[in-house]
């Protein structure tokens, strides 16, 4: 048997092509392109490739793209004085601080600070406690992401066991929650879990969200599941070569599970598609 993949990069392009008509319909009667502000601060690989990913599919729909890269010697206040200042822009829509943080910085203090309704990420207080709730809300992307590739690979949840490996804010624990609301029965393992390998076995579907390079072999999977690697390490190859990869080992459960998404062109660019999703939906209400 080998696994079906799901392929998160095709199903990106499709999702990105519908919203460029959307945005070309409502631009007209808005008088502005939908705009996004990035908030960087410091360096780091994973929030790099994010960056670079989201500027260049703000540029192909038409969107205007707000980049702001502060050193990592930015301070709060200085940091808090931006969001104020996007808040009040009447051409921002949407509002993405990347995380992590540098040391010494609070990211969730700064997140409270982000109007809700430009919350492009999801992750302000009112929209996690929406999304618990089951209320209408923007919805944390990569979440939203996994249930999109689960949807068009015609992977119901319901009635199905999940795993979800990583109880983050921004990952583990509202992918639970949607995959719970899609009648899925739940479990969310982390570092504390003992016999993780034995509790993943159980799981007809599986998401990594970890952060720990080909950390899911094969003896975690159930022969059939289904396998969303969230995971994006970068490491060095034999040769010396940076190499992207995810917390799954792919190439070693391509025999084991059911269906599987790769790393690159799995989750990663369906993160960016549901981010600029939600940039689009806070234009087309702010305007309405
Ligand atoms: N594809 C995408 O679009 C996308 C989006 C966001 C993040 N990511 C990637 O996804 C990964 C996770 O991101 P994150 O922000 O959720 O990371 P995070 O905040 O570091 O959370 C990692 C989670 O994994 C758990 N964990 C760590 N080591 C473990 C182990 N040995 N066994 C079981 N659980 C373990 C941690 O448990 P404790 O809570 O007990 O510490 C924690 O809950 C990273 O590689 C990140 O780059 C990808
Ligand atoms: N506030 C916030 N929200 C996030 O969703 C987020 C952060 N911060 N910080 C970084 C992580 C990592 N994220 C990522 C990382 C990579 C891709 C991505 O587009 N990956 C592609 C190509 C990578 C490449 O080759 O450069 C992929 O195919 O996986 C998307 C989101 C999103 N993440
Ligand atoms: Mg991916």
């Known amino acids: 048997m080998t696994a079906r993949l799901l392929d998160g990069k095709a199903l990106a392009e499709k999702i990105q092509d519908r919203l460029k008509v959307e945005i070309a319909e409502l631009q007209p009667d ?3 392109a939908p705009g996004l502000a990035v908030l960087m601060v410091g360096d780091n690989p994973a929030s790099a490739a994010y960056v670079r990913n989201k500027e260049r599919a703000c540029e192909r729909l038409g969107m205007v793209s707000f980049g702001q890269h502060l050193p990592a010697t930015a301070t709060q206040a200085e940091l808090t004085a931006i969001i104020h200042q996007l808040n009040a822009d009447p051409n921002v829509d949407g509002i993405l601080v990347q995380l992590p943080l540098p040391e010494g910085l609070d990211g969730n203090a700064l997140l409270l600070e982000i109007d809700p309704d430009k919350d492009a990420d999801g992750l302000h207080p009112a929209n996690l406690g929406r999304l618990v709730r089951g209320e209408p809300c923007l919805r944390s992307c990569t979440p939203a992401g996994v249930m999109e590739i689960l949807r068009d690979g015609g992977i119901d949840p319901a009635g199905k066991k999940a795993v979800v490996v990583g109880r983050s804010i921004l990952v583990g624990k509202p992918i639970a929650l949607m995959l719970l609301e899609a009648n899925a029965t739940v479990t969310i393992a982390h570092s504390r879990t003992p016999d993780l390998a034995a509790v993943c076995r159980e799981a007809d579907i599986l998401v990594a969200a970890v952060g720990r390079p080909l950390m899911i072999g094969p003896d975690y999977i159930k022969p ?13 190859d034999q040769t010396g070569k940076g190499k992207l990869v995810g917390d799954v080992d792919f190439d070693r459960l391509l025999d084991v599970a059911g269906a599987i998404t790769p790393v690159p062109g799995g989750v990663g660019p369906m993160t960016v598609t549901m981010l600029l999703a939600n940039t689009v939906e806070s234009y087309r209400r702010r305007l309405a």
């Open 30 to 32: 808005r008088g502005r």
């Open 224 to 236: 059939g599941a289904t396998v969303i690697d969230v995971g994006i390490n970068r490491i060095t």
